[in-house]
């Protein structure tokens, strides 16, 4: 018979153990003195009140306020919020096409292309909430903020879509002009547009429905469009009105959104 050992495991470090007791010892006191800090009291009593105000505010939608074609009346806000997206997804589409070209490695080689992902991850980076923020102090509060805070924003995600078109296309057809004694932009207008171009609008749409909805909350911080009139709306307790606010937001959203869904369809 072969002799069995025993096979002995080392015991875990105990200063291992005792730092996780203490780290959920910790943290258990900390949730339970937050809890114990909070007024439940005053906090449910608010609650209540303000509860019911907004289901009656919700059942009783402010009308006056869509019927009114002033600056401050919703319909400018819808108007404005539409031409803030539009505005923006056109710049970004026009501006993100020499950038995603730079960046495609087939176009200006593997060690340029580097160069243009680098500058479409750098745009990527910052939200288009920050955006606003900073176009605010430049431009003033208001649309102008907002269209550019979106468009540059929108630079960094369609240029990095359009270069994984480009990437992607057909190297035959720009070979076959080149052969040719085509030039390079020729060769752009002839092989590269022609191949990409279903795709870019269809990324295009696909943006301005995103574009939208931000546009839609840019104006919390002085951007223009629904957000500014939804927040003061909302400070002010006017729950009548709070509620139209958002229920023509989601109207045009949808509206939106199934119109862009029916042009990318017939694209692809």
């Given at each position: 018979?072969?002799?069995?050992?025993?096979?002995?495991?080392?015991?875990?470090?105990?200063?291992?153990?005792?730092?996780?007791?203490?780290?959920?010892?910790?943290?258990?006191?900390?949730?339970?003195?937050?809890?114990?800090?909070?007024?439940?009291?005053?906090?449910?009593?608010?609650?209540?009140?303000?509860?019911?105000?907004?289901?009656?505010?919700?059942?009783?939608?402010?009308?006056?306020?869509?019927?009114?074609?002033?600056?401050?009346?919703?319909?400018?806000?819808?108007?404005?919020?539409?031409?803030?997206?539009?505005?923006?997804?056109?710049?970004?589409?026009?501006?993100?096409?020499?950038?995603?070209?730079?960046?495609?490695?087939?176009?200006?080689?593997?060690?340029?292309?580097?160069?243009?992902?680098?500058?479409?991850?750098?745009?990527?980076?910052?939200?288009?909430?920050?955006?606003?923020?900073?176009?605010?102090?430049?431009?003033?509060?208001?649309?102008?903020?907002?269209?550019?805070?979106?468009?540059?924003?929108?630079?960094?995600?369609?240029?990095?879509?359009?270069?994984?078109?480009?990437?992607?296309?057909?190297?035959?057809?720009?070979?076959?002009?080149?052969?040719?004694?085509?030039?390079?932009?020729?060769?752009?207008?002839?092989?590269?547009?022609?191949?990409?171009?279903?795709?870019?609008i269809s990324y295009t749409l696909f943006?301005?429905?995103?574009?939208?909805?931000?546009?839609?909350?840019?104006?919390?911080?002085?951007?223009?469009?629904?957000?500014?009139?939804?927040?003061?709306?909302?400070?002010a307790l006017q729950w009548s009105r709070?509620?139209?606010?958002?229920?023509?937001?989601?109207?045009?959203?949808?509206?939106?959104?199934?119109?862009?869904?029916?042009?990318?369809?017939?694209?692809?």
């Open positions: 018979m072969m002799n069995q050992e025993m096979i002995v495991l080392p015991k875990k470090p105990r200063s291992n153990s005792l730092k996780k007791t203490l780290f959920y010892i910790i943290t258990i006191s900390l949730f339970v003195w937050s809890l114990d800090s909070v007024n439940y009291i005053g906090v449910m009593g608010t609650a209540a009140a303000t509860f019911k105000a907004m289901m009656k505010g919700l059942i009783t939608p402010d009308w006056a306020y869509l019927k009114d074609l002033s600056v401050d009346g919703l319909p400018y806000a819808v108007v404005e919020t539409v031409t803030i997206a539009i505005s923006g997804t056109f710049v970004s589409a026009i501006l993100a096409i020499p950038i995603a070209l730079i960046a495609s490695q087939n176009i200006v080689g593997a060690k340029f292309s580097k160069i243009g992902k680098y500058i479409i991850t750098m745009i990527r980076t910052f939200p288009e909430i920050i955006l606003a923020l900073i176009f605010i102090g430049i431009v003033g509060p208001g649309a102008p903020a907002g269209i550019l805070a979106l468009g540059v924003h929108s630079i960094g995600m369609l240029g990095k879509l359009f270069s994984e078109s480009i990437e992607s296309m057909d190297a035959g057809v720009k070979e076959a002009v080149e052969s040719c004694g085509g030039n390079k932009m020729e060769v752009l207008f002839r092989a590269i547009i022609p191949q990409v171009s279903a795709e870019f943006r301005f429905e995103t574009n939208m909805r931000a546009a839609s909350t840019l104006g919390v911080v002085g951007a223009g469009g629904f957000g500014a009139p939804l927040i003061f709306a909302i400070i709070t509620f139209t606010i958002v229920i023509v937001l989601i109207v045009t959203v949808t509206l939106i959104d199934l119109l862009s869904g029916s042009i990318r369809k017939k694209l692809v």
